[in-house]
């Protein structure tokens, strides 16, 4: 590891891993738990890894003092922590649905961690969703009682958003 640099006194350091040239940024978990975070910043350029590096230890600064756990949170613990907020009913017993049918078989399977998902991620999900039963069921026949057309409507995707979004602002609300 070949120091670059540092940012706020040192609490972030950037580097080279392995004598590569890609930058990198090593930060103390503020958690509570104890070791570092450590992630690349997907850049060669020193003065966008600057940014990143100070944009991903803010925002982990926020979440954590908001009394998010970024390092910890998976998908499925996410949603039954916004579902717990909710009354019970139709939208949370769809919320239920609709995350055992689509969300947890995209996000619990593509991405370990909350702190992982990025919005490019999201506009990934419903391009994903759109042909998902057509591509799921394309040389089976669709479980009986499932009332379903091969491509999702407008008005169902659009459902689908709304409740990602109340999920993500749910968990990331910064009081």
Known sequence: MANVGTLFSGEVTIYHHNGGTTYYCRFKNRSGGSGYIKKSLKTKDYAEAFARAKTMYLKH??????????????????VKL????????????????????????????KFKSLRDIASSDIIDYFRWRANFWEREYKNKSKPALLNCVDVASPATMVKERRFLGLIFKGLFKIS
């Open 61 to 78: 600064i926020a979440l954590v003092e908001s009394g998010f756990d970024p390092t910890e949170l998976n998908w499925d613990q996410a």
């Open 82 to 109: 916004y579902s717990e907020r909710m009354d019970q009913g139709q939208p949370r017993s769809f919320l239920i649905q609709i995350n055992k049918t689509y969300f947890t078989k995209f996000f619990s399977q």
